[in-house]
Structure formats: C-alpha cells, structure tokens
C-alpha cells in the first residue's frame, strides 16, 4: 500500500478551507482503503461514522500509521542494497527453519527428526538476529515522520533516534548476520603443532629458523598457551635445520593455521663482509593437534594394522643411555607413505606416543585440506593461501617491512613482529579474509 502523499486542495479558496478539505480530503482516502480492507461498500456511512469522533484527526493518523505503508529512505535503501546478498543468505536459512519446523513432529524420537530438532536449534541465533533486524527496521520507518515534526525538540531527539537505528542495522550487515552465517569451524577447539623447516640459504635460513621459532614462542605465551619443543636438529655455526613446537591451548590451531607456507627473509647476515643481502626461506606447516595421543585400534583417521613401526638405537649426542638402547622410533603410515620418527625422548614409549601424536596430526591435515580442496574445487576457486609451496610472507630487513602476499598487508615495523606482538595484526587480517572467503561459499549456495 502506497505512502500518502500530502495532496493540494483545489485553489481560489481560503488558507482555512483549504487545511479543511485537505484534511477531509486524506482521511476519505485513508477511510476509503479502511473500507476496502474491511469489505465495507458505504465509504460514505464509514467516513459519517469516523467524524462522529471527537478527535477526527487524531484518527486520521492512527489509521494513516496502520494500513499506509511510509516511503523507505534513501539511506535504508541503500544500506539494503548494499547488503542484499547477505539479506537473501539470512532469508534462505529463516525460510529452512521455518520448513523443518513445520516438519517436526511432538514425538522427536527417529534420527531424522532429532537432526531436524538439532538444524533449528543451530539456526534460532539468526532467527534471534533477524527478529531483532525487523524491529529496528520498523522503528526506523515510525521514526521517519518524526524528522519533520513542527516541534523542534521532537525532530532533534527523532534525529538521535533514526541515527542509532541506522547503525543498528548496519552493524546487522556487516557483523551480525555474517558471524551467524558462517559455519563454526570443526577445529576450533584444537591445539596445534608447528613444523619448521630450513630450505634456501644454508646457514642464513637455519639462523632465521631460529628467529621465527622465537616469535611463535612468545606469541603462544601472550596468548596463554603451552608451548614445548617436541623435535629440533641443530647444525654447526648456530641455528636449526628443523624444529617441532607444540603448542596446546583450545583455538591454536585456528588462529596459527595461516602461518602455512614459505617464510622468505631478505637481510645481510653477519658473516657477509661486503653487505650484500642475502635470500632464505624457511617452511612452516601448522598441524591439527588432538588430544588424543595414545595408539587406539579405533582411531577415526588411521588403522592400526596399517601403521608399520620399528624401533632403534638413537644417535646423535645425548649419552650412553640415548646410544645403547632401543629407544628411538619410526612409523610408517603404509597407505600414504607417511614416515614420522622420534628420538629426543628417554624412552621408547615416550617416543612412541609422540610419534603417533605427529602422525596423527599429519593426517587430519590432510583430512581438513582435501576437505576445503573439494569443497572449493566445486566453485573452481583453490585459494592460493592453501598452497604451502606458495611464498607467504617476507620479512625484508633493509626495509624495515613484514609483507603478507596474500592480502597484500605490509607492516613497516618488522621489529614489532619478531619481538612484539605486530603478528597479531597479520593473524587478524587473514582470518577475516577466511571469514569473507567463507561467507562468499554461504552466499553461493543460496543462489
């Protein structure tokens, strides 16, 4: 039903008479669509009845606010406009809870109706927020005639009003809607192991290694997680060939999983006596890391009849105990080629628990990237952050700048991320790219 618009009364008559037929005039049109809602033929004998009313205007706007829709405005118009993808995603799921609730019968017992039973109740948070989105909406609207009131005070504290409610709207868009959208991650609640390898750059990547060890480290602390070395191999003049850190703490693995990929540094080492800037890199692969770490026959992502283990003599330093016992240990997961072994540890089986905590780990990696491959292929948009052979990060010393090439982020302050907390300020931006990465795949399948 269409907004009323003021109406001029036919000219040559007085300033009075024309408010009065003004006003007659709107309130028969507003009767008359009254009359027409309600079946009434006899607009006439409806308008008679209204007028016997003492406060005829009055009237007039009660019916006006009730059967005349008020014009949108230009500014909620835009901000639908703007939002209208995510406006149909959040339609699409209300329209789905509305379809299982009126599939869902007073006798939840059979397994289909248990998972219906658990689809709405996943879905009553956005059913909550679009609630709460309509309400505003419609404040919006019966604050909108008020911007004009003859009453400066009421056009001032309507002013505020329309204002706040503008942003509760927009905060709707932009936060709301989109957090309840996206799908909780299936590893939120896991730790996470941290693999390190030195490639290009001899000693230079083994020393930077080192550095990068140090920043995770530090960051696990701020952040209140545990951290322990489970696996390291030194080399001759300083640094690390490789290092194994797990980290435990429940989201790690979903706040450090962007740090997969080749850490590539750009600095002068000390050992160059002409100054010239030397390139290392350094791989990083960040694992899922369960709980669970004792071999179990039952164990979702391997068999054990499928894991071939052998044990022997560790070398390395570490003293007599470490040379003369078996207490060293290689597993080889047969259907992948898998191979993981363990020898820092004292004794066999601590090193046994702690190989099958890497292999595991290893394999849900696997797991969780085939999973996001399929799920991406269908839309053939591989994310090229996915790719741990894909340059990630450089950390160029000359320039006093950390880049992340995969959100083109540059931070011109390397100091603040490998010995304060400038990391932070990556983590953050890559995980709000997942999330507008995943909020896209949402969007898709409502088309």
Known sequence: MAYIEPVSAPGGESNHNQDTNLEDFNFLVV???VARHHGTRSMSSLFFMLR?????????????????????????????????????????????RNELLAKVSENVTSQEQIARARQIKELEPLHDAWISW???RESLLETLPLLSDADETMRALASDEYTALCDSLSGHLSVTFPSLLVPPSPTRTLSALLELKAGVGGSEAALFLMDLLRVYVRYATSRGWQSSIVQSSEVMGGGLRDAIVEIKGEGAYDTLR?????????????????????TSTVAAIVLPLSDEVEPSGNDNLFKMEDVKIEVMRARGAGGQHVNKTESAVR??????????????????????RRAFQVLRARLMDIKITQDIAERRETRRSLVRS????????????????????????SLMNLQSVMEGDGIQEFLDALRKNWEQEIMEEVIDDTR
């Open 31 to 33: 009767a008359g669509r």
């Open 134 to 136: 309509t309400k505003t």
């Open 331 to 352: 597993l080889t997961h047969i259907p992948t080629g898998i191979t993981v072994s363990m020898q820092d540890e004292r004794s066999q089986h601590q090193n046994k």
């Open 52 to 96: 016997s009313v003492g406060a005829r205007y009055h009237v007039l706007v009660r019916l006006q606010r009730t059967y005349a829709t008020p014009a949108v405005p230009g500014a909620l118009r835009q901000l639908e406009k703007d939002g209208a993808r995510v406006l149909r995603a959040v339609r699409t799921r209300i329209d789905m």
């Open 386 to 409: 996915a790719d741990r052979s894909e340059k990630i990060r450089t950390y160029n010393y000359a320039q006093d700048r950390v880049t992340d090439h995969r959100i083109g982020l």
């Open 258 to 278: 962007w740090e997969s990929g080749v850490h590539r540094v750009q600095r002068v080492p000390a050992t160059e006596a002409s100054g010239r800037v030397h």
